[in-house]
């Protein structure tokens, strides 16, 4: 039956692809260029009734999107607006090939995958795999990086190694977001929702006259308050859920001729919980959902320690939360994740004769702090009337980030131009365990015993140089050719003092060069051809959660090389946009992050894999048959696997093991495709209704790195689709510039949650669950 269903789904995924010449991958930005370029596109530049002409700033100048040679995809505030795309990871369902998670263990968190290259660890010492930029400024961590979807003009997702333009740890691509800017003109934009689940959010930005030729301020702020989808299983109260805001503001200066300058500042506070992990660990040979019970667990792991013994607790069968929805939470503790930063960023624009100068600037401080039950376990009872919660982690997390990036961009001849600067990033993290059960004595706890209790630190230096140049060989052939080196210094530290003390530092300095070389021909104005390689580099590390001296690393570092082949085309007078790609990636050294067992409690880990290789198709496609209506759609291939996956053996000092059988290449699920219409109709001169509907689909993808030994498939996230539906009316007036009033149903066809993680913690198995079915309103007004 599941060879059945597979093939039923690869029958479908073709019938996609070849019905998809109907429909696109995402429909985009429309904000005019400007000297900061930012991306859009104007009516001029779009024949009536075709797709719109879209410009991107893929390769920090102002492109057409059809004339980028690049996977990339963008996305404008309509489509964000008409699809109620909520923050980054809501975003995947439009993207070929990309994978978008929350993660619970860090405030904001994103786990981030594009074509199967992702690292989802929030340990601040290793590095993520996806690139996040924020106006320009890179985030050196995972924490922060699933950004709201609040006040922003573009969202720009480039596919594959970025490593020669953009910022370190570009190995699998880069998302990268820009909010508005101040206009200099007196006006407000109020929006403010209502949904599943207690749901409101409330935004709100102020743009305010500018003062004389010079300032331009706008202010922003936004409120977001939930409780969770998940109930306690024993009040049936509603576990608590988000809880966060975040003001700031931005100051546009215009410095004189073709010079301008942007402050950007924001402070947010977020005290959000979540829900509690499920947990899937298996006891006496069945997982708690089959029959397991909870002393079963605790035996297995404790050899039977005396507490547990003649308390009846054999006789607690543990719920199947799968058929309940994963609705239930079995925890006392709520699940909180908690994060309070500042945020800042200065853009400067200038004019260098005839070169254009960019400077960029950020600086974020940010605090997290993390306290929960890990294993998704009820209390356990260890005398009578007494229990205790199983294992709880508690930490805090200090970070701070300063960048800088400078570049000049320009024509160096009539053939040629360039784009080159030089790119400085210093990290400084802290962790430190966090209050709980009245001390600060240890992170991690087993019964109320402190099980583990650890400081780490690290300081990173990065530097790098790049240069890229565009070479026209005739009128329709160019030549791209960029390079960008890299060194890093990481400066670790630890000290242990629970089960074993020791203290411990280390430094080391990475380097490698990365580049990219693209042909591009255009054999008529509608259509171009393309071919590239690129290479990624992602440095290595060391282990901030060591409990050992000997699991400190370092790890080494990893590197990809990418080549791509694509075709970008409008057809039928530009009414059909069709752009397909086919890639193969070579991965050497991959980085996996892997938790074990530590005595009571677990380690994480980082393993290089020996090599790997990834190879796939993405199709992205759009259809506008009349001037009311667009069709959408895109979908994706992969196919990746481990071609050695190397560990000592230590049965055989200086000999290796391969263990690739064992090894599962994470977030890189076979198919998947979505599929979205649009309809506007106009119902007097002033009012106008529009329709959404979305529908996305993900095959089977596996989360944790080790294959599942017992058969279980609980490394297995399965297979799911999203029907997403959205209806609006605006109205547009002298006075209110814009109403919109909407409605709107997310996954409407499922209702409970479903698994959006799972982690196999060496001790136990754990999964961390997502909300399907949501209802809503909002309203939005402009004046």
Partial sequence: MKQLARANRARLFTLMMIGGALMPAAAMAQAQPDAAGTAGTTASETDAGAVDNIVVTARFRNEKLQDTPLSVSALNSNIIQNSVLLDVQNIQKFLPNVQLARISFAGNALAASIRGVSFADLEKTFDPAIGISIDG????????????????????????PQGTLYGRNTIGGTISMRRTKPTGELGATLHGRYGSY???????????PKIGDVASIKLFGLLRKSDSFTRNRYTGEREKGRDFWNVGGSVLLDLGPDTTALLSVDYQKDRSAYPSTVNLTTASGLPFGAGGNICDFTQAIFAGIPPLQGLGCASEGYLKQAKENYTLANSTIPFQSFIDGINTSLEINAKLGGFKLTAI?????????????????????????????????????????????????????????IVAG????????????????GSRAAQVYVLNGPAQSFTAGQK????AVFAESIIKLGSNVRLTVGGRYT???????????????????AKKTFSDPTGRVILDWKPNPDTMLYASWSRGFRSGGFNGRATSPTSIGPYNPERVDSFEGGVKSDLMGGKLRFNPTVFYVKYSNKQEDIIRAAGAGTETVVENAASARIWGIELEMQARPTPDLTLRASGGYLNAKYNSFLIPDLANPGQFLNVSGQRNFRRAPKYSFNAGVDYG??????????????????????????????????????????????????HEGSTIKNLRVSAYARDMLNKGGRLANVLDA?????????????????????F
Wanted: aromatic share 14%; no cysteine.
């Fill in 137 to 160: 400024v890179f985030l050196g961590t995972n924490t922060g990086a699933n950004v709201d979807f609040f006040d922003l003009e573009s969202v720009e997702v480039l596919r594959g």
């Fill in 361 to 417: 600037t950020g600086y974020r401080d940010t605090t997290d702090s993390l306290l929960e039950e890990n294993t998704g376990a009820p209390p356990i009872p260890v005398a009578p009337g007494v229990s205790l919660p199983l294992f709880v982690a508690a930490r805090d997390q200090k970070y701070k980030q300063f960048s800088q990036e400078v570049r000049v961009s320009g024509n160096l001849t009539d053939r040629i131009d």
């Fill in 487 to 505: 060194w890093e210094t990481k400066d670790f530290n630890i000290d242990f003092t629970v089960p074993g003390a020791f203290s411990a530092a």
């Fill in 198 to 208: 207690g749901t409101y959010d409330l935004d709100a930005v102020v743009n305010l």
């Fill in 762 to 782: 060496g001790l136990f198995y754990f999964g961390v669950v997502a909300p399907r079915q949501q209802f809503g309103i909002e309203a939005t007004i402009k």
């Fill in 681 to 730: 109709m106009q119902i007097s001169s002033a009012d106008r209704v529009t329709f959404t509907l979305d529908y996305a689909y993900i095959d089977d993808l596996t989360a944790s790195p080790l294959a599942d030994t017992t058969g279980l498939r609980r490394d297995v996230i399965p297979a799911y689709g999203t029907l997403d539906a959205s209806i609006a009316l605006l």
């Fill in 460 to 463: 990173l230096d990065s530097f």
């Fill in 422 to 437: 030089a790119y400085y990033l210093h990290t400084d993290y802290f962790i430190q365990p966090y209050p709980y059960n």
